[in-house]
């Protein structure tokens, strides 16, 4: 009954490889967001889906690409993976006013060999 | 972009003692929420405030948005093993979707 679920949990994979996180969420929520968070634990915002239209984005390489089927998914897709993208990365989604906050996913630690 | 600093980064306390920690920002925020962060997992909304002075409860967690709406702090009485984690304060622009997060303060509970 996972209101935010992204997949995989880890992806351990070689530089120069692509490979994509899937987030759904099953809270009715119209916004759904991804952030990183870096070995220091700080969490940086990349992109932002509003009703499938994107509605921020973050300096982020353009080998990173969002992508929102429709409002209960938004998939992250790397392209030419370096070693720099490891990380754990958010799937996080908002309903309405942010007085209620973000709901975030459990996260996939990505690590690139 | 307001900048959120908070403190201390890092804090190790043995169980039953008081902490605080706190939040800060040379900015007003209309609105300031706090998260908790285990192991693993993602944050997890604690609370919300948006009324300058305006204190919550949660349990053994009481949070302070400050009168001016440029600080807040977050103090556990009595802390236990299972308040151990990552706490960050994060806020939102007016009419904004974006949460901006502080770098958190990682708080360690020993038995």
């Known amino acids: 009954d996972t209101a935010v679920s992204q997949t995989p949990k880890y992806l351990v994979t070689q530089m120069g490889n692509d490979k994509s996180i899937k987030c759904e969420q099953n809270?009715?929520?119209?916004?759904m967001y991804w952030y990183k968070q870096d070995s220091k634990k700080f969490l940086k915002i990349m992109f932002s889906?509003?009703?499938?239209?994107?509605?921020i984005n973050e300096t982020v390489p353009n080998r990173f690409s969002p992508k929102s089927p429709d409002k209960a998914h938004l998939n992250l897709h790397i392209n030419s993976l370096e070693l720099g993208d490891s990380a754990v990365y958010f799937c996080?989604?908002?309903?309405?006013?942010?007085?209620?906050?973000?709901?975030f996913g459990s996260g996939t630690r990505l690590t690139v060999v | 972009t307001q900048l959120l600093e908070q403190s201390p980064q890092f804090l190790s306390i043995q169980e039953g003692e008081n902490l605080t920690v706190y939040c800060n920002s040379s900015?007003?925020?209309?609105?300031l929420q706090w998260y908790r962060q285990e192991p693993g997992e993602g944050p997890v909304l604690l609370v919300t405030?948006?009324?300058?002075?305006e204190v919550k409860k949660l349990k053994r967690l009481t949070f302070q948005f400050g009168d001016a709406r440029k600080d807040s702090s977050l103090h556990i009485t009595a802390a236990q093993p299972g308040d151990t984690g990552l706490y960050l304060c994060?806020?939102?622009?007016?009419?904004?979707?974006?949460?901006?997060f502080g770098k958190g303060t990682k708080l360690s509970v020993i038995p």
């Open positions: 996080a989604s908002s309903h309405g006013a942010l007085d209620y906050g973000y709901t």
């Open positions: 809270l009715g929520h119209d916004t």
């Open positions: 889906y509003n009703n499938k239209e994107l509605i």
């Open positions: 900015s007003v925020f209309s609105s």
């Open positions: 405030v948006v009324t300058g002075g």
């Open positions: 994060a806020y939102s622009g007016a009419g904004s979707y974006q949460l901006t």
